[in-house]
Structures are given as structure tokens and as C-alpha cells.
């Protein structure tokens, strides 16, 4: 078990739009993806504690570029949403190019944390994600947003029905909320354990 990791300081880093404007990491990176208005941008203020370091809009879409973000022990990177039917098949193409073009450096991509409003059922486009992420191999959590919209109890059953949707066990979901708070210490500790440097060979790895 990790000890819990504290941010201290949190800060916005530069936006990409293309390929060749993405940043090599330089600690470890995890990414944030999910469809437009899954609450990404709420997401990375509730870790950084402050209310507009991602700007957040009642309206999807608003997140067109690669943003970085600095947390002190690692870095996340705020993907463009996908799955918004709102804007021309052009754009939402554009969008599902950058998301390849960011994820062909999988290397550079320590984990992904995959966002899903708790009270909704999975979509084709996070089902297709997950899909996505299992055969690129590239490690995964599921964040079910907005839990504050449910009472506790709904909440841990929409937990476990979203972990069923995805083929997932409950404990690779966890319940946020950027409006209570609700959540930060598990997401915490899991960034903990996704910043741990790798097992020696021979030491037995925490699970």
C-alpha cells in the first residue's frame, strides 16, 4: 500500500493541437478522456482544489485541444471529449484523430482514467474506449462522475452496474464528485499507486 500522495501545487502546462505539439513526459502521465461533459474539467479541479484551473462549461464540446496539467508528482492531460453530436462530422472526426494521434505514444501514457457519469449506462463511444484501451494494453479506471446526484446507496449500485457494462470488477471504478469532494481520497491513493516506480524483480507487487 502507497502512502497518500499530496498535491501541493497544481498547474496548467500548454495546450496541443497537433501531433507534433505533444509534450514527452517528463513524470508519470495519466490521461483523462470520457464523452463531452462527462466532467473531466470538474475532475482536475477537485484534485488540483481549485475551481477554475480546467475551465469547466454547462455546454459539451468545450474541451478541442490536448491541455496539460503539472500536479508536482505527475502530470494529466485533459483529451478532447468525444461523442458530442452537436458539432459536424468533421469536427468529431478531427477530435477521434487527435485521440489516436495522442495514444500512438503509448509508452508515454502511464494510465487513463476513463469518465462516466455514474447515473447513465455506458455508451457505445465508452464502450468502444475501453475496447480501445484493452488492446492497446494500456492500464485504465473508471471515474463515475457525479455522484452527488444519487443518494450513497444508489450510488454503490451504480458503481457495481457500470463496472458489469464495462466487464470490469467494482473496484476499477470509482465514484467522484466535484461538487462534495466525495471520492478524491480513493482517487488519490490511486494515483499513488500508478506513481510508484515498478516492482524490483523478485518483490511481489501490491494489488
Known sequence: MQGKLVIKEAKFLTSAARAEQFLRPQKPMIAVCGKSNAGKSTLINLLAGRKSLAKTSAAPG??????????????????PGYGYAAVSKAEQAKWAKT?????AKKEDVRHVFLLSDIRRDPSADDMQMVRFL??????????????????????????????????????????T???????????????????????????????
Open 62 to 79: 468545450r474541451t478541442r485541444l490536448v491541455n496539460y496539467f503539472d500536479f508536482g508528482e505527475f502530470w494529466l492531460v485533459d483529451l
Open 99 to 103: 485521440l489516436e494521434a495522442f495514444f
Open 134 to 175: 484493452v488492446y492497446h494494453n494500456l492500464p485504465f479506471t473508471v471515474i463515475a462522475t457525479k455522484c452527488d446526484k444519487l443518494s450513497r446507496m444508489k450510488a454503490k449500485e451504480r458503481v457495481r452496474a457500470v463496472a458489469n457494462a464495462f466487464g470490469l470488477g467494482a473496484d476499477n471504478v470509482i465514484a
Open 177 to 207: 464528485s466535484g461538487t462534495t469532494g466525495e471520492g478524491k481520497d480513493a482517487l488519490l491513493a490511486r494515483i499513488a499507486q500508478i506513481c510508484a516506480p515498478p516492482a524490483e524483480d523478485g518483490e511481489d507487487e501490491e494489488f
